[in-house]
């Protein structure tokens, strides 16, 4: 059975930082993408950062040079450094894992920016 279980989710101030962990079991973590999405109240679901099998990242122009997105593969972890957190980054984060035609998600956490 694959869990995705996502946690590091607060209440924290403007400019401060979170690390979200995602920890996988029942997949081959290392042969799988990884990401993370997140989704505001009224809003749709977006990518804010992606991590490859190979390790080539990428990132949604809203979090480029705050967020870093990173993996352990040996602990199977999936991580997202977020730096100056901002009010609009407040939403609920979801770490997937995609290997086609596969898609796994986990269940969310709640980050919410507000002084």
């Known amino acids: 059975q694959v869990q995705l279980v996502e946690s590091g989710g607060n209440l924290v101030q403007p400019g401060e930082s979170l690390r979200l962990s995602c920890a996988a079991s029942?997949?081959?973590?290392?042969?799988?993408?990884m990401g993370w999405y997140r989704q505001a109240p009224g809003k749709q679901r977006e990518l804010v950062a992606a991590?490859?099998?190979?390790?080539?990242?990428n990132y949604a122009d809203s979090v480029k040079g705050r967020f870093t997105i990173s993996r352990d593969d040996p602990r199977n972890t999936l991580y997202l450094r977020m730096n100056g957190l901002k009010s609009e980054d407040t939403a609920v984060y979801y770490c997937?894992?995609?290997?086609?035609?596969?898609?796994?998600w986990g269940q969310g956490t709640q980050v919410t920016v507000s002084s």
């Open positions: 029942g997949i081959i973590f290392r042969l799988y993408d």
């Open positions: 997937y894992a995609r290997n086609i035609p596969y898609t796994y």
């Open positions: 991590i490859s099998s190979g390790r080539t990242t």
